[in-house]
Each structure stands twice: as C-alpha cells, then as structure tokens.
C-alpha cells in the first residue's frame, strides 16, 4: 500500500495519560497536514508541515500537543495529560506541491487514529 | 471567517432518482473548492475539485459565485454512491503556505434499492 499510512488505528488511554501517533505521507509528499474530526463533525485542521518545518498551528492546537517531522518524513503527533475532550478521529493527510495548477492541492488522507479518552 | 455549510445531515434517494447535495461557502476572495467522499470502512478521498470541471462517477459540481455554492449533481443515483459527501474548500494557490481544508460537517447520502 503506497497510500498514507497512521498508526495505531486506535487508541484507548486513561485521563491524564500521553499518547503519540504517527503519520507516514506518501513518499516525496513535501505537504503534511493533520486534522482532527469529532463525531458529526468534518475534519478540522490542526496543523501543517512543509517539509521538516511546521509553518502553521491552528488555536484548536493547546500548548498540550506537539508536533513533529523530523527529516521531513513521517510525522508524530502528541498529546499530553489527555482529556476527555481529546477523544477524536485523527486524521493525517499529505500532498505535493508542484507547479501544476490542477493537481496541485490534492491532499491524501490516511484510515486516522481513533483516540478514546476514558 | 471562512466557513462551509452543508444543511442536510442525511439525504436518502431511490436507485434511479436524481441527486444533489447542497454545499454553500463563506470566504473573502476567491477560494478553491472540492467535494471529499467517505466510503464505509475507506478512507476520505477526493471525488472532485471545481477547476478541473470534471465528471466523476457520474457526479458533477459547479460552483456559483454569485450564490457562494457548489452543489453536487448525479442525474441517476445508485446503490454504490451510498457514503458520506464532505465539501471543503482552500484558498487559490499562489505559491508558498499552507493549503488546509475547511470542511463542511458532511452529508450522508442513502439510496435505496
């Protein structure tokens, strides 16, 4: 499967408790976005990654999660001291930038991590 | 502030019988628009984008300025177009900066057989 890829698929954690994910893009994606989506929700956008820089948090993002992509490969996401509230689908999606104007903002989302906070 | 609404939660059709999710925007400027579907148990994936103005699996959009809408159109529903419709949209690329969607909170599209 060349397709993005996120791990775990779920998560279960108690309150208070840290968890990361993980995000791989499709390989030479240099545009790496994460989103989170509550129930009955769309995706809401969380944060954006241009190659190894992280160039845009949105205010959904507290000081509590942290975000990375070293190497401007894969990506983790973490959460910490996790509250009920947190409980979502993740959603990790990428794409490539390139001159062509029809194909240039196509993102590619992954199968998300689904983090239930007890 | 931009924002996407998608009045109906659900939307349920006979095989056959023509559709059409609503989708209306909000956006200061010029924004580009798409059309996500999410199959059961798949991952969401782009159906289409307004500038390629192109047909689908049967399903074409066109986008209004004037009504700030971009609805989405099948002349014949069938039982395979059964999933969850999101419109989202960016804003016009010009180079550099992020590109994130704004999405609506989806419609679920039902045919019955």
């Known amino acids: 499967d060349t397709g993005v890829s996120q791990d775990p698929r779920h998560k279960i954690t108690k309150r208070g408790q840290n968890v990361t994910f993980r995000c791989d893009p499709i390989s030479e994606h240099n545009r790496l976005y994460w989103y989170r989506q509550t129930l009955g929700q769309g995706p809401e956008f969380l944060t954006y990654f241009q190659n190894e820089a992280q160039l845009e948090k949105s205010r959904l993002l507290s000081d509590r999660f942290s975000a990375e992509r070293p190497k401007g490969s894969f990506s983790t996401l973490e959460i910490q001291r996790t509250e009920q509230g947190d409980s979502a689908m993740y959603l990790c999606?990428?794409?490539?930038?390139?001159?062509?104007?029809?194909?240039?903002?196509?993102?590619?989302f992954g199968p998300g991590t689904r983090l239930t906070v007890l | 502030a931009q924002r996407v609404t998608q009045p109906e939660k659900l939307l349920s059709v006979f095989k056959g019988a023509p559709v059409e999710l609503k989708c209306n925007y909000s956006?200061?400027?010029?924004?580009?628009l798409f059309w996500y579907v999410q199959y059961s148990r798949q991952r969401l994936q782009l159906l289409l984008r307004h500038i390629s103005r192109e047909s689908i699996k049967g399903f074409t959009a066109d986008l209004n300025k004037g009504e700030t809408s971009f609805h989405l159109k099948k002349p014949f529903a069938q039982e395979e177009d059964s999933a969850m419709y999101y419109c989202a949209l960016t804003r016009s690329y010009s180079g550099a900066g992020s590109y994130q969607l704004t999405f609506g909170k989806g419609t679920k599209l039902s045919v019955i057989p």
């Open positions: 956006y200061s400027g010029s924004p580009e």
């Open positions: 999606a990428s794409s490539l930038e390139f001159s062509g104007v029809l194909l240039y903002n196509e993102q590619f």
